[in-house]
């Protein structure tokens, strides 16, 4: 990806005249921000002596360690709202020092001695995607620090048809992987907005939840066992067998641990056939207490749809499911929320979970719009993202942030949640537009997904540091997550006592201490 936005400049794309409308009705007059070419950002010199990089290379090889700007500038920062900015502001961006990629478990593990021993602090990079500024390669007491890129653990090891599992590379990237199971005639069916960038390994290191989660299930549920490697030793985590009662699961540690207790290298998961059918459909709810009733039935009744989404009702007015037609109005289009559906398998399961599920929902009160929805949504489901670099570039506050709690606390966390911002964004005389969706359902709750938009001010960092503060503060006081599926990062490691506790998080740090007693990997990020 280019350093300052999602994705690639060649799939960039300029605001619609319906956005731009949109933009003008909600957010007003505001001041262009533009991203900066690569060659006008300042950054910080390499800390590195050219004994250290002698070392490096001795390790991993000449080619793979690397003080150039050109490879230190992308993995400076990930992609949230905070990270972009500070692109935009003018300011000297703190970089990593070198950038270095190990290609086996041996040479991760020398890498990590040789950080220990130097004083040196190692941040594991897989696809740069991060939305809570978990690769921001933040030095804290340590005076230099590295990017670990992982990109040369790309390849598929092994495929078990029979067992239904594979182990591929941490490195490999969501289509490589894909591409890599197609071949075997096997699909992981794990689509998360980041898909077309983000890795395995960085599926695993933050938990992730993808489109396809009520089919599939989170990403942590499809690990079967993982290599990882720390700076006391090379671990394998998991059970071979397909569960265990040997105590604690040991890869439960490092599933959502962003390398702060070890990297991880190899992901055995569990995989399926690639399906032979598929079926879509749309459903249009009066109001989203219905629609959250019905989905709901749809996930505890286990129908089984793979794909469901529930969008309330400021979102679906404005199209945010289709990126080819936010802002615009269609007056024939019934007032509501929308539902999305979509099922996956052979076709006689299509068939049959289809016709359940649609059964369903039509007696909770939806109103079929048929296939077409879904299937504009499924076409540009991972082209959102591109659009706020475009807005951002115009002045306009645009994020995304994410919870989950149980069904009978979503209508007073989302009421919470939208207060929060609403009133953090209002004192600096910003006009919020506040959006929600459901996209993962399990049978006692979901998560509900926000999308910001407003106006930049003078400050555009801190008016945003402080609209999160008051919603995780929101989120932890009305029995939310302070991250489903998005990680935690730095920006939200501060409300990690209030999340598992102070014991909690004590373990936590005993475990951090003992795997990585200089403390190198990834610093600042989940522990506060």
Not at 372 to 400: N, Q, S
Request: one cysteine or more; hydrophobic letters at 40%; charged letters at 20%.
């Amino acid at each position: 990806m280019s350093f300052s936005i999602w994705g690639t400049e060649q799939e960039a794309k300029p605001l619609s005249s319906s956005i731009q409308s949109l933009v003008s009705k909600v957010v007003g007059n505001t001041t262009p921000r533009p991203a900066p070419a690569q060659a006008d950002v300042r950054i910080t010199d390499s800390q590195l002596t050219a004994d250290h990089v002698q070392e490096l290379q001795a390790i991993v090889g000449d080619k793979f360690v690397s003080c150039d700007r050109a490879h230190r500038i992308p993995r400076a920062r990930g992609k949230s709202y905070f990270d972009l900015l500070d692109w935009r502001v003018d300011q000297i961006i703190d970089v990593p020092d070198a950038v270095v990629a190990p290609a086996s478990n041996d040479e991760v593990f020398d890498v990590l001695q040789w950080a220990s021993k130097s004083n040196v602090a190692v941040v594991p990079f897989g696809g740069g995607t991060s939305v809570v500024g978990g690769i921001t390669p933040l030095r804290g007491t340590f005076p230099a620090v590295i990017s670990l890129d992982l990109t040369r653990f790309d390849a598929i090891e092994d495929v078990d048809p029979i067992s239904g599992e594979a182990t591929l590379g941490a490195g490999m990237s969501g289509p490589q992987a894909e591409i890599a199971l197609a071949k075997h005639g096997l699909q992981l069916g794990h689509f998360p907005q980041s898909f077309p960038y983000a890795t395995i390994g960085g599926f695993a290191a933050t938990r992730s939840s993808g489109q396809n989660s009520a089919g599939y299930g989170r990403f942590d549920e499809m690990v079967a066992s993982m290599e990882v490697v720390t700076p006391k030793g090379i671990m394998t985590v998991g059970n071979a067998a397909p569960a265990s009662a040997a105590g604690p699961d040991m890869k439960e540690i490092f599933l959502g641990s962003e390398g702060a207790f070890g990297i991880i290298t190899k992901v055995r998961l569990k995989v399926h056939p690639i399906p032979e059918a598929k079926a879509y459909e749309a459903f249009v709810f009066p109001d989203f207490q219905s629609g959250v009733a019905a989905v709901r039935a749809v996930e505890q009744h286990k129908t089984g749809p793979t794909v469901i989404r529930l969008s309330d009702e400021i979102e679906s007015a404005t199209n945010l499911t289709s990126t080819d037609a936010i802002g615009e109005q269609d007056a024939a289009a019934p007032h509501g929320c929308l539902c999305l559906t979509m099922y996956e398998g052979t076709r006689a399961h299509v068939t049959s979970r289809h016709e359940e599920t649609r059964d369903l929902l039509l007696s909770m009160g939806a109103t079929s719009l048929g296939e077409a929805p879904v299937r504009k949504w499924e076409k540009g489901r991972f082209g959102a993202p591109v659009l706020r670099d475009a807005l951002l570039d115009a002045g306009v506050l645009c994020e995304t942030f994410e919870t989950a709690t149980n069904w009978s606390n979503v209508p007073a966390l989302k009421k919470a949640i939208t207060a929060a911002v609403t009133q953090a964004l209002g004192e600096g005389d910003s006009v919020a537009l506040v959006l929600c969706h459901v996209s993962h359902v399990y049978a006692n709750g979901c998560s509900l997904y926000f999308t910001i938009l407003g106006a930049q001010d003078s400050t555009p960092i801190e008016q945003w540091r402080h609209a999160k503060q008051r919603i995780l503060e929101a989120i932890t006081e009305h029995n939310g997550t302070i991250t489903h599926h998005h990680a935690v990062g730095t920006d939200h490691a501060r409300f990690m006592e209030q999340e598992i506790g102070p014991l909690g998080l004590g373990a936590l740090r005993a475990i951090k201490a003992y795997l990585d007693p200089e403390g190198v990997l990834n610093p600042g990020k989940l522990l506060p």
